[in-house]
């Protein structure tokens, strides 16, 4: 067993191609999925890669690079649209995760439970592969494929993550709900963003975790907010989300709650998002 620290993408993706086991970013997934077993085949570690930490302006949006830790989401200076992204950073494990962990391992981990993919999502969040036969782009919603299953393929790396550019007055928000507050795998989840022009909402997205195979998003409801006025949908709460709304939804039953508890806690986290993003636009704005 080698393990190689690439100092370029470069040496990275030829070690990849050679068929030079398994990428290692913060490995606060991969060490752990590999329980007592002896490790096995060599480890590429790409946080040393130039480009591939940070965020930076990209055209109209962002780029996020893939080996950004949910520590550094949390002291990024970055619009309110962000929010919810950096809500979510805080629920990733202990700080000692947060440190380490980073955005492309949450998501090449593919937990149905992934704190970090609701937010992207909301934010309409397109992942960048590379490998030694090119780079290529695709929605994070069609990246996922299902639990621990990605379009990843062997020889690739996720080096960034771009967020196209958001409403100046758009704001985020994240809320999850779990069986006790800190270090907890969650019930479901909800982020959204939500935009306010002259007391009506003008747009939303809205996406649930935890409760399907991979997080959703939420088009119906999405629509049937845009356009509504601002005081109406705060007084409906979670009176407007309707079974059709939450049709993308499959939650299961586990040890944590029944499907049943999990469509009623996403219906009822979807109202309290809109609400929580439309309540911030509200105090900037005084």
């Known amino acids: 067993m080698a393990y190689l620290v690439a100092a370029s993408l470069t040496e990275a993706l030829a070690a990849l191609d050679r068929g030079h086991g398994a990428i290692i970013a913060g490995g606060t997934d991969w060490f752990p999925a590999q329980g007592s077993r002896p490790l096995q085949g060599d480890l590429v570690d790409i946080t040393r890669v130039e480009g591939m930490r940070g965020f930076m302006p990209d055209g109209s949006g962002w780029r996020i690079g893939g080996a950004t830790t949910w520590t550094d989401v949390i002291r990024a200076g970055l619009p309110p649209a962000f929010d919810g992204l950096k809500a979510a ?13 980073t955005i492309a391992g949450n998501l090449c981990n593919a937990s149905p439970a992934a704190d970090g ?22 929605p994070l919603a069609d990246f996922l494929q299902g639990p621990r299953k990605t379009a990843r393929r062997p020889a690739e790396v996720l080096t960034a993550i771009h967020i196209p550019a958001q409403p100046d007055k758009a704001q985020g928000s994240f809320l999850k709900l779990g069986a006790r507050h800190y270090l907890v795998i969650s019930i479901a989840m909800v982020a959204a963003v939500v935009t306010v022009e002259e007391d009506r909402i003008v747009k939303a997205a809205i996406a649930v975790g935890s409760c399907s195979a991979t997080a959703q998003r939420l088009p119906a409801l999405e629509a049937d907010l845009t356009g509504r006025a601002v005081r109406d949908v705060l007084l409906a709460g979670a009176a407007l989300i309707t079974p059709a709304h939450l ?22 986290l979807c109202a309290r998002a809109v609400a929580h993003a439309i309540g911030k636009q509200g105090k900037s704005n005084g």
Request: aromatic fraction near 4%; avoid cysteine.
């Open 89 to 101: 950073a805080y629920e990733v494990g202990s700080v000692q995760i947060q440190n380490a962990g």
């Open 117 to 138: 993919v609701p937010p992207l999502l909301a934010l309409g969040a397109v992942v960048e592969l590379a490998s030694t036969a090119g780079t290529r782009r695709m």
């Open 247 to 268: 049709s993308p939804l499959a939650p299961i039953a586990d040890v944590r709650g029944s499907a049943e508890y999990r469509m009623e806690a996403a219906a009822t």
